[in-house]
């Protein structure tokens, strides 16, 4: 059993920046994927970023030069360094890790971009 617990979330203007954490109950290096979701009110759920067990990130094109993934595995930690937010960016993020055959998730967090 994984537990995975989000923080860092809140309300900032558009410009600003933000930084959410998520530890893991147990080792990512049990983990393949570890990353984060984002559902906005009314749209369906985005993937946003991930990282993979060799350190490989991808993120989703609309986030791509402002936001940034990073591990650190001696805190069963990954980040989301989230700079230049805008409106759009609003939403309830959710850490996520995939280790065969399950996908774990967080509670949730929100971050709200104002104008």
């Known amino acids: 059993q994984v537990q995975l617990v989000e923080s860092g979330g809140g309300l900032v203007q558009a410009g600003g920046s933000l930084r959410l954490s998520c530890a893991a109950s147990?080792?990512?290096?049990?983990?393949?994927?570890m990353g984060w979701y984002r559902q906005a009110p009314g749209k369906q759920r985005e993937l946003v970023a991930s990282i993979t067990s060799g350190g490989i990130t991808n993120y989703v094109d609309s986030v791509k030069g402002r936001f940034t993934m990073s591990r650190d595995n001696a805190k069963n930690t990954v980040y989301l360094q989230m700079n230049s937010l805008k409106p759009e960016d609003t939403g309830v993020y959710y850490c996520y890790t995939i280790r065969s055959p399950y996908t774990y998730w967080g509670q949730g967090t929100q971050v709200t971009v104002s104008l």
């Open positions: 147990g080792s990512i290096f049990s983990s393949y994927v």
